[in-house]
């Protein structure tokens, strides 16, 4: 089962827009990621937000994390078409020697020119 | 810095029977996990491979096996295919060192898997 859901499930915006992205989830953290995946290829690491972080930011990247809600936010200001992709937050359980992110079923984002 | 590179990049198999997908990690990452993201989904946590040793599987019938060899590489080898298989396969590579639990995993571009 996935433990991340995104909200919006789809996502329309004019270039130079803000595009903001919600992700909630059930269960303790280590840790949270977003990440960038352009259709029918590899996800791209975003950003990586630890569970004793409230906020972090990378570039144009903008992203908060709320424990006691179990969500999180991911703001990309100033848009761009390039930004056009998927976009999943996933969460990371520290578990001896074991990495298993879970993913939510994503937000796909488009960036009109 | 080379990254992870997946192989073959698309692949047509018959309902039954077996398959084997590649993956070589990035330059210096010893740990390789497999994902299978179908369709409209987020990729799900199939297995971790450390030390040449399975290290954690998600929920994933056993006719999902993997190996990982001395030079860190790995396969993913899935038996008796199913129509569900049909998916986007990702293998993604980390470095299991003092910051291993907050570092970010290195996926690769993925195998496309179509069963018929």
């Known amino acids: 089962s996935q433990q991340g859901e995104e909200d919006p499930q789809a996502l329309s915006i004019q270039e130079g827009e803000n595009a903001t992205m919600n992700c909630s989830y059930k269960?303790?953290?280590?840790?949270l990621q977003w990440y960038r995946q352009n259709s029918g290829r590899g996800l791209v690491h975003l950003i990586l937000?630890?569970?004793?972080?409230r906020e972090k930011h990378s570039g144009r990247l903008r992203v908060t994390l709320d424990t006691s809600k179990k969500s999180s936010s991911l703001l990309i200001t100033a848009s761009r078409a390039a930004d056009t992709a998927s976009y999943f937050c996933?969460?990371?359980?520290?578990?001896?020697?074991?990495?298993?992110?879970?993913f939510g079923s994503g937000t796909r984002l488009q960036v009109q020119p | 810095e080379t990254g992870v590179t997946q192989s073959p990049t698309h692949l047509i198999k018959t309902r039954g029977q077996q398959v084997t997908l590649r993956c070589s990690s990035q330059?210096?990452?010893?740990?390789v996990s497999w994902y299978q993201q179908a369709l409209g989904q987020g990729p799900q946590f199939i297995f971790q491979y450390y030390r040449e040793e399975e290290n954690g599987r998600g929920n994933f019938p056993p006719r999902f096996s993997g190996l990982q060899f001395p030079n860190y590489s790995s396969e993913l080898n899935v038996n008796a295919l199913e129509l569900d298989d049909s998916a986007l396969y990702l293998c993604?590579?980390?470095?299991?060192?003092?910051?291993?639990?907050?570092?970010?995993?290195?996926f690769g571009n993925g195998t496309r898997l179509t069963v018929t």
């Open positions: 330059s210096g990452h010893n740990t």
């Open positions: 996933a969460t990371d359980i520290r578990d001896t020697g074991r990495r298993a992110l879970t």
């Open positions: 269960t303790s953290i280590n840790n």
């Open positions: 993604a590579s980390s470095l299991r060192t003092g910051n291993f639990y907050n570092s970010p995993l290195h």
């Open positions: 937000i630890r569970s004793n972080e």
